[in-house]
């Protein structure tokens, strides 16, 4: 196949991750997929970027990770500029086919803004969008621009200009869905584990109250604002407070959390994450966003770990009921969920992952939708 894809990471951070790192783990779980395809990735990212690809084009040597607090304009007007030179450079070439973006306010607005003289682009859509139609407001790019979404609940829930230029959606997948059946299975612990960013949106006080009434251990792992460690948080004192997810852990998580039935063990990665999540008796989602698309559940499956949510967001696409997890609409059923969680089949969890979330699956998905753009088609 010959096709040249312009694979946007953006400033923020290098790929992969060093940790967390959602939009970056997507690409690096992408781009070697594509690539096995026969498709050519230019990747735009930062200098410190290790993900081996075909050309690699950076504006800073470094993620700028830490200017999300306060030079946020400053790091986006420099990071566009770049990007529009890159892609102009490359477009009047014909170097490139395509431009696959995954971050609207240094891609889509770029891109947007090029008009009908830029390339055909596809934008990643990796956000619950129902309450930020003013990000997307700009979006015009005749036939040019396309998005999709990284599940059907999210475009659903879009903002109408969104769904006019979506060409579908395509689940997040992980690599550690790939032989499932090789891989071993750690012994089943105790635990119910939480894992994501410590937020109003992913529950984090409705799992612990919950672990205390039912007395199941609960772990809570990811990080609460900027702080990976609890050490971290400790040391940064009341300055701490004026991020709003560091004052919903202190005042809604913390008071349930005792160190010993419910434990915050902060950001896990590698290894440790794997074991963590492979040896729980369930992974919990007591959601109160609508989850756009769920990488943390994709990867609880693929290492064998059912999945006990409120149904929410991509919940019900992921999850099937029964099957790979248990599902309720009402909070309160969640307690007797918990308990039956023991019954489901962890193989089975794998077995699942293996045939609908690997990298593989996702870049074909991909393939077919870069098509689509350049056809310049839609779905409704
Ligand atoms: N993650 C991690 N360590 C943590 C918490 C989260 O590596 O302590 C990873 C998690 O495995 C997943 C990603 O961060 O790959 C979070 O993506 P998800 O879509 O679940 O949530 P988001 O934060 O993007 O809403």
Redesign the pocket.
Known sequence: MSLTVLMNAGPWLSVPPP?????E?VIATLVPELRRLGVRVVLASVGSSTLPVDEQVSVFADGQFAALQRPYNQVCGIAQAHLAGVVRELHSRDDIDLVHDHVEAVGLATLAAMGPAGPPTLHTL?WDLAKHPALYGGLDGGDRVRVNGVSASQLARAPLALREHSVGHVH?S?PLAVDADRRPRPDKGEHLLI???I?P??GQDVGARLAHRVGIPLVL???VGPYHRPADLAAAGDEARQNPDVRFFLDEVAPHVDGDLVRWV????GQE?DDL?ASARASLFPLRWE???????V?SLALGTPVVATARGCLPELIEHGRTGLLTTDEEELDDLVLSAELLDPDECRRVAAQRFTPEVMAQRYVELYERVRQGATVS
Request: hydrophobic fraction near 30%.
């Open positions: 940790g967390y790192g959602g939009i783990n990796h997040l992980t894992l994501g960013r937020n949106g992913k792992a990811g990080p902060g950001t896990v990665a994450r999540l989850e756009p698309g769920g990488t943390a559940v990867e």
